[in-house]
């Protein structure tokens, strides 16, 4: 109730839209969920490359999306498990890592983030085989630097 009166408020303002961009960010929820999957890769493939944690950080804040940002996780935890070697495990971690320290990806988005993989690792593992080993394994690493609670690293599922 008391978000909808103060969106009344805001609303009725003069200059009450250039007063809600100001509020509640524009473009973000305008976006379409095709555009901002390819951002999100876009983002974590730059990453990838270029190594630069907070101009990923950046980039993410910019999509201003924060409820989809479950949408990075998954991505993110996708490439570790597609990926051939170490660096992009590495990479990956260190960018969670990050991420959840500086309070950008919530509890909330990480978890629905993970539980996206859990649910998914059987279709993944067709394609990738020793997914689920990888998977185990990374998800303890989360667990270990504290970026996943000990109760979501239960549900990893496992051959």
Not at 23 to 35: D, E, L, P, R, T
Not at 66 to 72: A, I, K, N
Not at 98 to 125: A, C, F, H
Request: hydrophobic share 40%; with cysteine.
């Amino acid at each position: 109730r008391a978000a909808l009166d103060r969106a009344t408020v805001l609303l009725s303002m003069t200059k009450g839209g250039k007063r809600i961009d100001n509020v509640w960010g524009s473009g973000g929820g305008q976006q379409s969920v095709k555009h901002l999957v390819k951002e999100i890769d876009m983002l974590l493939k730059e990453y990838l490359l270029s190594g630069d944690v907070l101009e990923a950080e950046r980039c993410l804040q910019e999509l201003e999306v924060p409820h989809f940002h479950h949408e990075l996780v998954y991505e993110a935890v996708v490439m570790v498990l597609e990926s051939t070697g170490e660096k992009t495990f590495k990479m990956i971690l260190d960018l969670l890592k990050s991420l959840w320290r500086s309070s950008v990806i919530t509890m909330d988005q990480m978890k629905r983030g993970y539980e996206r993989v859990y649910r998914e690792i059987p279709d993944i593992n067709l394609d990738v085989p020793h997914s689920y080993s990888v998977l185990e394994r990374f998800v303890e690493e989360c667990f270990q630097a504290g970026i996943i609670s000990k109760p979501l690293r239960d549900l990893c599922p496992s051959r």
